[in-house]
């Protein structure tokens, strides 16, 4: 972000502590608690093996997330629900050559749309799979503002607007429909302005929710700048 309106990046060595904590923090078969010296979650692995992939990428490469990925991929086949489905959608993010088709038929037959057939049709569009968005324009909803939105208000990790609001964008992205993806971006945003009389709570409710939804839409919204940016010259 600060690339792209001209501002010098000064938190290297804030990125380079956190990389060496969560290496210092890795438990000896490659997997993380949620604490130091907490025993491991497969939940938490995942997320941490998401980060520190996110990290390789921006240049900050360590030796646990191979170390990590080792330990997932031999966890793969005990995993099951939605952690199961979660650590395959984290394979199919950062490129993990698998047999993706095999690996989704026990999803094939789900009856409605959920976290888990949005996870499924997201990951069969990655994976240049066969996939329908009639779901997507079926259940699609919309605010006073022209905001689209998808699921129900709700206290769970997998089940709320935002998590299939998120997982929305990410299949229109990924299947090249890039006119869907404004009005998507538009809840969001009205999301942020919620004030305390709206419903049960105000803006994101947590800093790994606005952390998910800032991930996923700042590339585009920066791409945008730029196109307005080249536009005035």
Known sequence: IQEAI??????EKAIQKM????????????????WGGSPRNQWMTIYVIRALHAAKEAGYETEALEKGLLFLTNQLSSLRGSTRLEAIALFSEIGQNMDYAALLAPYDTLPSLDWNTLTTTLIKAQQGLPFHLDSL????????????????????FYHNQQ??????????????????LAPIRQFFLEQRHRGPGYHWRAGYRNTFEAALILRTIIPDLLEDYRQDTALNF
């Open 6 to 11: 001209g501002q010098p990046f000064t938190e």
């Open 19 to 34: 990389v060496a904590l969560l290496r210092q923090r890795q438990l000896a078969d490659g997997s993380w608690g949620w």
């Open 137 to 156: 324009a079926k259940y699609r909803q919309e605010t006073l503002f022209g905001g689209h939105y998808w699921g129900q208000e709700g206290y769970g």
């Open 163 to 180: 998590q299939y609001s998120l997982l929305a964008y990410r299949i229109y992205r990924t299947a090249g429909q890039k006119e869907a």
